[in-house]
């Protein structure tokens, strides 16, 4: 058999196995796994080497305007080149319908934006305004292009589409087999947080942390949780920040309800006190949900090792520390005004290989279910997230001994800091393919601007989860009532 490449003598790690072997690659898919194979136009030693499926970033924010109209710093070109440095072969940015704005104008805008991707790309549709045709006929006609997930937001006034709206966005996600992820803060607990702050003329950026309670986060995902089990409807909980919020998930899981969910190593790595720096530093570290406290990140690495998250993404929101990003509004301005979020696409993997794999928390296997196995999954990506014959050659192979301190310019994004300067990490993504062709190799990028495509994506899997419908939904206990979503 003939291959284009061959990736010899590596350390085969996916989210179940680790074995000795080579790689066959042909027309960008795995066509062979042996011990040892033979040609390849191209051949890679791996030797000492981990081979490892590519990472699939599935939270971030790229060529995407904020809440408040704020254009990120990261268009499909860097942010893809920063992923891809970071381990990755592919991510799903989010495409954000702003009010107003019909779903059909919003793909359209996206496809543009995301044509220089250097890396394969789907999009999760945010969805602000779901009138009559976005639910009746905008979201199915997404869904039948492959983008079979839809995000709501339960906070910030200009995204909030309340419990009514949520309900509808998940009714119409269950009927397609798309699944509905959320932003899940109690957005009148930090309006009110809020105007206290400001009487009290407390407004500087480490205040945004007392401003967003972890009780506003349990709240809402407890919240979330009853909304989708009324209608029977899968939901992934993003970026989970508290110990709180994790057990409602854990002990959701347990009984069964499909719920599937994520945190992100900044709630794991950094914590409040970054926020508490002279001046309007602390601005690099406002986020929401906020960073939190120590005793908080020790419970979420719990939780991370015991299975209570299908994935640790990034959510990169990058907003320069300039008046392009997050003093948009103003320079001296109180903390509501400041750009929400943080950039990490290319700190993530290497971040959780290096404290979670290297320090012995989490095993190699759930390293690659948590990067990469999980999301193709949950999100269906059906030919990405494993080494085996036909899926894509989607692959990143690592150096598990290199240590660095991770700087700005290991980050090759458009930011102008990274949260994790100075971080010793452990392990680094020497060389990674997309589809077979060398992205990154050795620090050098190899990718060409517009060599990703877009991936449409396979409907949620339905047949695990509870499988019935709250009583008062349940035509069979409800008189007939004919309201089943
Ligand atoms: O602070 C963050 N995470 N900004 C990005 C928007 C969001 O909330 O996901
Ligand atoms: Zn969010
Ligand atoms: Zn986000």
């Not at 290497?350 to 290297?358: D, R």
Request: charged share 25%; glycine share 10%; hydrophobic share 40%.
């Amino acid at each position: 058999m003939e291959f284009d490449t061959v990736i010899h003598g590596g350390t085969l790690v996916t989210a179940s196995e680790t074995s000795k072997g080579d790689i066959g690659i042909r027309n960008g898919r795995i066509v062979a796994l042996a011990e040892s194979l033979p040609g390849g136009e191209r051949r890679i030693d791996a030797g000492g080497r981990l081979v490892m499926p590519g990472g699939i970033e599935a939270h971030a924010h790229i060529a995407q305007e904020s809440s408040s109209g704020i254009m990120g710093a990261d268009d499909y070109l860097s942010g893809s080149i920063s992923a891809a440095f970071g381990g990755n072969s592919s991510f799903i940015p989010f495409a954000a319908q702003h009010r107003g704005q019909s779903i059909d104008d919003v793909i359209t805008t996206y496809d543009q934006r995301a044509a220089s991707s250097v890396i394969d790309y789907s999009y999760h549709l945010i969805v602000t305004d779901p009138t009559a045709e976005v639910l009746e006929d905008q979201l199915p006609r997404a869904f039948k292009r492959g983008i079979t997930s839809f995000k709501v937001f339960m906070t910030y006034d200009m995204m909030n589409i309340g419990d009514g709206g949520m309900l509808d966005i998940l009714t119409v996600a269950r009927a397609h087999g798309a699944i509905t992820m959320v932003h899940a803060e109690n957005n009148d607990m930090i309006k009110w947080m809020n105007k206290r702050l400001a009487a009290a003329d407390l407004t500087e950026p480490k205040y945004h942390a007392i401003s967003r309670p972890e009780l506003a986060e349990e709240e809402a995902i407890n919240r979330a949780v009853s909304l989708a089990k009324l209608v029977d409807a899968p939901l992934f909980i993003v970026h989970v920040s508290t110990a709180g919020g994790a057990a409602i998930v854990q002990r959701e899981k347990l009984a069964g309800t499909r719920l599937f969910a994520e945190t992100c190593p900044q709630y794991l790595a950094l914590t409040r006190e970054k926020l508490d720096q002279p001046g309007m530093d602390g601005a690099k570290f406002v986020c929401s949900p906020p960073l939190r406290d120590a005793e908080t990140q020790e419970a979420l690495w719990r939780h991370v090792q015991s299975g209570t998250f299908e994935s640790v993404s990034s959510d990169h929101a990058p907003y320069r520390f300039d008046d392009t990003g997050k003093f948009m509004n103003g320079r001296d301005i109180p903390y509501p005004k400041i750009a929400n979020g943080m950039p990490g696409i290319a700190a993530r993997l290497p971040y959780l290989f290096s404290e979670g794999v290297v320090k012995g928390r989490i095993s190699l296997n759930e390293f690659v279910a948590l990067t990469s196995t999980n999301a193709a999954k949950t999100f269906g990506v059906t030919k990405k997230g494993g080494l085996a014959p036909g899926m894509d050659a989607d692959i990143a192979i690592w150096n598990p001994e290199v240590t660095r301190k991770a700087t700005l310019a290991d980050q090759h994004d458009n930011m102008d800091y990274t949260p994790f300067e100075g971080m010793e990490l452990t392990g680094v993504p020497e060389i990674v393919l997309n589809r077979g062709a060398v992205i990154v190799e050795h620090g050098e990028l190899k990718g060409q601007e517009g060599q990703g495509r877009f991936v449409p994506r396979a409907p949620v899997d339905l047949s695990k989860g509870r499988g019935y419908l709250a009583k008062e939904l349940d035509p069979s206990r409800n008189f007939g009532a004919r309201i089943a979503p």
